[in-house]
């Protein structure tokens, strides 16, 4: 069973003919495999629909077959449920398969969905990018308001 969620994110432009363009691209693709196979396809699919090696995180509770992918790419590979996972979930009182997967901003039932299913020994497959624009922005909006208090 493979399970796979594309977000959409929407950025409307202004063009010379003052007409509203939409352009869709692909944010973040989610994928959940049962083995090593599938997960090696889902990875170059995900690799074909544009998203680079470094932005790629699997987990799982098993590294060891995920070792060479681990050294030999730029592919983020998890150990789900370490000793850090352990401790960050009774800090926070969550359980220590959603603790690893908190980073991606995910619902509280996503995060129970997901972690439930890392439990259960799936791998779990995130990509996502991360824009130029949306960083540019950020960047735009932490240089004006200094800019203003020197004046």
């Known amino acids: 069973m493979v399970i796979i969620k594309f977000f959409h994110h929407a950025i409307i432009t202004k063009t010379n003919r003052l007409k509203d363009v939409i352009l869709l691209e692909y944010r973040r693709q989610i994928a959940v495999v049962y083995t090593l196979e599938e997960a090696l396809q889902k990875l170059n699919e995900i690799r074909q629909h544009g998203f680079f090696e470094h932005e790629i995180h699997i987990f799982t509770k098993k590294i060891a077959p995920f070792h060479s992918l681990k050294m030999n790419t730029e592919i983020h590979v998890?150990?789900?449920?370490?000793?850090?996972?352990?401790?960050?979930?009774?800090?926070?009182?969550?359980?220590?398969?959603?603790?690893?997967?908190?980073?991606?901003?995910?619902?509280?039932?996503?995060?129970?969905?997901?972690?439930?299913?890392?439990?259960?020994?799936?791998i779990f497959i995130i990509a996502q990018h991360d824009y130029p624009f949306e960083k540019q922005n950020q960047r735009v909006f932490q240089t004006v308001p200094s800019l203003t208090k020197d004046k």
Not at 78 to 93: I, W
């Open 78 to 122: 998890h150990q789900a449920g370490n000793m850090l996972d352990q401790l960050l979930a009774v800090a926070f009182g969550m359980k220590q398969y959603e603790v690893c997967l908190r980073k991606f901003q995910f619902s509280e039932e996503e995060l129970y969905h997901y972690g439930e299913l890392i439990r259960k020994n799936a």
